[in-house]
């Protein structure tokens, strides 16, 4: 496993400017950790949120002119937030920004006390798989059309007409999509069809051994061969130098440092290492490391240097 193999995440509407977000960003880059990813929320929890949200594609936009070589995506971006249509045109359009470094997670939506705070239609779990479904296939129908040709569809919920396809994105291949998410039946056969990267964060390790056996099997289905699928986690993140240090760094994101052993990637940077391994046997080749203290930029200076050379 490399540094590159890591990546960090992050969860801005918590309560996070640009800036903070820039200079984890910057941080990151510098260390050559493998990508800096957002989440894409409008509305944090157990928290005001103060200064509030920002659009997770207009501050990639400004991370892509503000970095120059690590990836940039999110985890996940929410199919009930935008137009399919113009979010293909933005998404591509921070790919030429970035000079081909993002990356796409994707899913049908979940929080529905953020979609009532800001007036977005959000739907049955039903209605929200048929809209994340259609959307797949017009955003990535949209990146995928030659140039110089025209691409239509006709769904039941979005019909298109002619569409010129453009901006196209930069980089070889096309945007990587990253479908995640627990569902049993759909989801595995998503990813199948759209994604370059299966997800499954925050949950246990059997989890993630079913669900990726059962997108193996979607996979299978379709006639696409296992080795073209990414298997990534998110695990929330807290490393300390000593136990001290780790019971500080749990307590300032407000964690009880028992149940983050359990359930993230926590403790002494030999715990750390620990755990990344044991989900690297499963089959897990990429991590979203979940960094919830965005002011503390040591942090990562601590998981370069101490948890990632046992890897």
């Not at 509407?13 to 990151?28: E, F, I, K, N, P």
Request: contains cysteine; charged residues 25%.
């Amino acid at each position: 496993m490399r540094i590159s193999d890591l990546r960090v995440f992050t969860e801005p509407q918590q309560g996070a400017t640009y800036d903070d977000l820039l200079a984890v960003a910057a941080r990151a880059e510098d260390l050559g950790f493998g990508a800096f990813f957002r989440s894409d929320h409008f509305l944090g929890t157990g928290t005001d949120g103060a200064p509030g949200p920002t659009d997770a594609w207009i501050t990639l936009a400004g991370l892509a002119r503000d970095t120059t070589t690590i990836r940039l995506g999110t985890l996940v971006s929410s199919a009930t937030f935008r137009l399919p249509g113009p979010l293909a045109i933005a998404v591509a359009g921070v790919d030429q920004m970035s000079g081909g470094r993002i990356e796409f997670g994707f899913g049908s939506g979940w929080f529905e006390e953020e979609h009532r705070a800001y007036g977005i239609p959000f739907g049955t779990l039903g209605e929200r798989f048929d809209n994340l479904e259609e959307q797949l296939a017009i955003v990535t129908g949209l990146w995928r059309t030659p140039a110089g040709e025209r691409f239509s569809y006709r769904g039941r919920r979005w019909q298109l007409t002619d569409s010129p396809a453009l901006p196209k994105p930069v980089q070889s291949g096309g945007i990587p999509v990253i479908v995640g998410g627990k569902g049993a039946k759909r989801t595995p056969q998503l990813a199948a069809r759209f994604a370059a990267e299966f997800n499954l964060a925050f949950g246990p390790r059997e989890q993630f051994v079913a669900q990726r056996d059962r997108v193996l099997a979607a996979c299978a289905e379709v006639g696409r061969e296992a080795s073209s699928m990414i298997f990534s986690t998110a695990l929330t993140t807290c490393c300390g130098r000593d136990e001290d240090e780790y019971r500080r760094r749990a307590a300032a994101i407000g964690q009880d440092p028992e149940d983050l052993r359990r359930t993230g990637a926590a403790g002494t940077p030999d715990e750390v290492a620990a755990t990344l391994q044991a989900w690297a046997a499963l089959g897990v080749q990429r991590f979203y490391l979940q960094i919830m203290d965005l002011a503390d930029l040591d942090h990562l200076n601590l998981i370069a240097e101490r948890v990632v050379p046992q890897l």
